[in-house]
């Protein structure tokens, strides 16, 4: 048969009444060329405006599917007449055409790789209608297109492309439809959910349940971790136990103090303040001292710098740690002071210098040391008197070794290595340098006692301390002022008594006390209104003013009060 003649295909049509009786009880037609109503001639199918209808079929052919329960029967072939380009009558064999291979529909890929059939689409006036019901309506000499025989035991005719056309390409995939016809040469299909997406397989779901178990481990294992350094944080702390004591605690403050307080004094006056290190042929000691001036100058005590002799060696260091090499400038045995120098110092701090005379009993004061050489140590206390009368450094009477102090006493804590530092007042001025101690005593009276801070402390006011300091830095001694008498240091009654016996003189002749009109044998009581019970005394009431200043001295002789005045000498101290 030509491929541009019609081919029949089994199925319904519209407009065609079903065949009755045992030969058209399935109901089927066949298309084949129209009849010329009025004569019942078949009409000349070559040409290309006649149309075609669907008529009854003629007798059942073989191979026809029977109904259920229907018994198959052999029945003649009636003969037929028929044209050869038309459709062959029911079980006659005609000139047809190998059925077309049948086309599977492109399959696309859904998630997780799972394989999801895609139909091909179909036009909607191809679609025939199902088994049973009328299918559309062709009008008269439309164009009827040129069917493909379906695949054996299907009942759908697709149309083929014309001849002059090529074939079309590939539909593009679309949705997947769960109601499309089966095929069963197409890939089988992932079973589907509810809403029409692929289920994935049991590996995705595998894969999938082991990341979500991984993510949930490391999220847990995150959590878990940042609670535990909480916790540990937290017991690390406060402790483990319910019953935790937590105490109350001020905030932090300030770093800076008012001038006027012990800690305000001291940040000001520690840079000035220096400790001196003593080293000699017999022996070491350590002291105190601070700056006098920018020129390197610092005053400290005499018995700090006198284990070095003429040959020893004394170390400054500051508070910064720096360390320099002094030498003696002067000092004075009398005072027990004495002016050290360093050189290529640069920085220096001096530290001012304040006014003994105006000290009162009970005003604070702060002292600076190196006890025990514990360097930049401070203490505080107060003035606890004034003008008291110390001896220190030997015994009296025995010549220069010792020193007469018109002291200011102190109940700042002052220890071994405190000498030659700082007594300042509450603005961080120098009124004193202190100088002495008295220590416990062990009840035995032999003054063998542990050397230590009882409350009495002795400074050297500064008023005196000034001034020889400045006679050490100008000429290299100190000048003592002088009555010009000898004392008789064996008198045991109250006062100061002029000497009656010795290798000399007991009033120097042409000295100050000869000139005022003293004799030996008086006993002086009282200087300037002041009472005076010891020539110890005397003679540190005495050192308490300059050379040329003039003292009122009450005394008595032969039972009988005198008053005189008279004008203080001048003598090299040692």
Known sequence: MDEGKPRAVSGPGEGAAPRTGPTGADGDFLLGPPEDRASGAKRDVSAAADDFELRPPGPRRVGVPLREGQVPQDRPEPPQDYDSSSTPPYGVPGPWAPAPRVQHPATTTATHGTAVPTPPPVAPSSVPPPHGLPGPEVPEGSEVPELLEASEGRGTAIPAPPADQPSPSPPAPATPNPWQNYDPWAAVPAPLQQTGAAVDTVGARRRRARRVLLTGALLLALMAGGIGGVVGAYLERNGMGGDVVELPQAEEEPAGRAPGTVAGIAAKSLPSVVTLHVSGAKESGTGTGFVLDERGHILTNNHVVEPAGADGEISVT??????????????????????????????????????????????????IGAPFDLEGTVTSGIISAKERPITAGGESGEGSDVSYVDALQTDAPINPGNSGGPLLDSRARVIGINSAIRSADDGTGSRTGQAGSIGLGFAIPVNQAKRVAEELINTGRATHPVIGVTLDMDYTGDGARIGTKGSGPAVTEGGPGDRAGLRAGDVITEVDGRRVHSGDELIVRTRAHRPGDRLRLTLERAGRDIRLTLTLGSSDGN
Do not use: E, H
């Open 318 to 367: 500051f508070q910064s740690g720096d360390t320099a090499v002094a030498t003696v400038v002067g000092r004075d045995s009398g005072y027990d002071l004495a002016v050290v120098q360093v050189s290529g110092v640069g920085g220096l701090r001096p530290m001012p210098l304040g006014n003994s005379d105006s000290v009162q009993v009970g005003d604070p004061v702060v002292a």
